[in-house]
């Protein structure tokens, strides 16, 4: 199947992790990480905090799965408290509803 779009060189080695919610493995850079601190839970877009952390895609089908469900207490073995819950739902807020990546598919 021939590629329409090129995305630059490919990567030497791309970090795989999988998504707390449908348990699809997609490269590092393309989930969002969540990561539990000293200070509670917190988004960590750069990956690079320290502490024990969970990934997920960057769409709301995979954050309404976890909100509804205790895996992302689980993942991050912590209780999720109202508060975690209320950054969870507001960080889902800004992100698409479907990944894009499945509906650019163009229709030649
Ligand atoms: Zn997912």
């Known amino acids: 199947m021939p590629s329409k779009q ?12 999988t998504c707390i919610a449908c348990r699809k493995v997609a490269g590092k850079r393309s989930l969002i990480r969540i990561v539990r601190t000293e200070q509670g ?10 502490g024990r952390g969970a990934y997920l895609h960057p769409n709301q089908a995979c954050w309404k799965a976890i909100l509804t469900g205790n895996r992302l207490s689980q993942a ?3 209780p999720l408290s109202a508060e975690n819950r209320q950054t ?3 960080f889902m807020a800004g992100l698409p509803e479907q990944e894009d990546e499945e509906e650019v598919l163009s229709t030649a």
């Open 41 to 50: 839970i917190e988004m960590d877009p750069t990956g690079k905090k320290a």
């Open 76 to 78: 991050l073995r912590t």
């Open 88 to 90: 969870l739902t507001a």
């Open 6 to 17: 090129q995305r630059g060189p490919k990567p030497k080695h791309v970090p795989q992790r």
